[in-house]
């Protein structure tokens, strides 16, 4: 019995030695995995101990973070991850101005660069859907200005600015080759972004969740599972996947501007665990699911559809499940991991070192268990 729990333990392992292979074997910044590390939650570990955690205990490369809290960012000092940090919205109209941008430079990003690898400031989060008109025509000014801040402080050869978007700044998105941007924002607001982003050399971010577009009719297309596809008649292109979709509806948005040059990053992407029973598929096998499949699609080179033979920089929402976040349950069960640091489910985050360690030594508790149990442990150790 022995061997089969060990068997039994190990053959979980597999997915996850295959999936850090892949992680491992795809060059580039742009196949690689992040999470987004969320803090809405009054049980979360220390900073220190959770950036020691993801460096020696997992495939996690990037993370992103909602803020610039300087103890976060001393957290990573030294850890090798790429950190991305995030401007408040509510800063973005003081961001306009050249000293306001200096000083928060300043303040947030000298002190820890280049001890912690800040590879990207992020101004904002999905502005455009907020619908905050001073919010929205100060976002590319924000940028330009925070930009001309890291020219100043030497480090714009260091450090991208982007911000990301929700798929709501798009008016139309199926079919994919049909995809364009909201009337209005697309020549104001994010045309000149976009001409940043090329002239900075920095990606176009998106906020991609087929969750929340899926139905009990698409859950197997959302979940990449085998499936009826869609048939773009537009491209005659055939779609297994809703993400897939998703991202060559942004993909055809930005074409139509001229800007189908730019590199696409999925900022945010995930699946719940655990949600209201009106909701389709929230449960850990489904969550487990997409996130499993998403990262073996992101990394795998196949790209889509409209955009073959590419990887993608993507970060998974979230880190932790957050208890304090509000709104209906699912959105405090999108974590990978427990406040704990145990894996909500196995999707070959843990390295394959770790991950086999864990099962050896649950194996051999197991067999403690049987053991003491059996009126002759020693005859029933030597028939396993």
Not at 32 to 57: C, H, Q, W
Not at 123 to 140: D, H, Q, R
């Amino acid at each position: 019995m022995f061997k089969q729990i060990i068997a039994m333990f190990s053959s979980r392992s597999v997915a996850g030695i295959s999936l850090f292979l892949a992680l491992t074997l795809v060059g580039g910044v742009e196949g690689t995995i992040g999470v987004n590390y969320g803090t809405l939650a009054d049980n979360l570990p220390p900073p220190r101990k959770v950036a020691k955690f993801l460096m020696e205990s997992t495939v996690v490369s990037h993370v992103r973070l909602f803020n610039a809290n300087p103890e976060f960012l001393r957290a990573f000092a030294h850890t090798s991850i790429a950190v991305t940090v995030t401007v408040p919205n509510d800063q973005i109209p003081d961001l306009t101005r050249l000293n306001f941008a200096q000083q928060w430079v300043q303040d947030y990003i000298q002190p820890h660069s280049p001890a912690t690898n800040i590879v990207r400031i992020l101004v904002g989060n999905e502005v455009i859907s907020t619908a905050n008109k001073l919010l929205i025509v100060s976002l590319v000014p924000a940028m330009q200005t925070l930009q001309t801040a890291l020219v100043a402080a030497s480090l714009d050869g260091r450090i991208q600015v982007s911000t990301p978007h929700s798929l709501g700044i798009l008016s139309n998105s199926s079919p994919p080759s049909t995809g364009k941007f909201r009337q209005g924002y697309d020549t104001h607001v994010l045309k000149p972004l976009l001409s940043f982003l090329r002239d900075t050399n920095s990606p176009f971010m998106v906020n991609p969740y087929p969750f929340f577009d899926c139905s009990p009719d698409t859950l197997d297309f959302a979940l990449f599972r085998p499936n009826a596809g869609m048939f773009d008649e537009n491209t005659e292109l055939f779609y297994t996947n809703m993400l897939d979709a998703q991202l060559d509806a942004v993909f055809s948005a930005m074409k139509l501007l001229g800007f189908d040059d730019l590199e696409i990053v999925i900022a945010e992407t995930g699946w719940p665990s655990m949600g209201d029973p009106t909701q389709v598929g929230v449960d850990a096998e489904s969550a487990a699911e997409y996130n499993g499949n998403l990262m073996r699609h992101v990394t795998s080179g196949v790209g889509t559809p409209l955009m073959p033979n590419r990887t993608f920089e993507t970060y998974i929402f979230a880190l932790f499940n957050e208890d304090l976040k509000p709104g209906p349950t699912c959105e405090r069960y999108f974590g990978l991991f427990r406040p704990d640091m145990t894996p909500v489910y196995d999707i070959g985050i843990v390295r394959p070192t770790v991950a086999a360690a864990a099962n050896i030594q649950l194996a051999t508790f197991l067999l403690e268990m049987i053991l003491s149990q059996h009126p002759n442990p020693s005859a029933y150790a030597a028939r396993t």
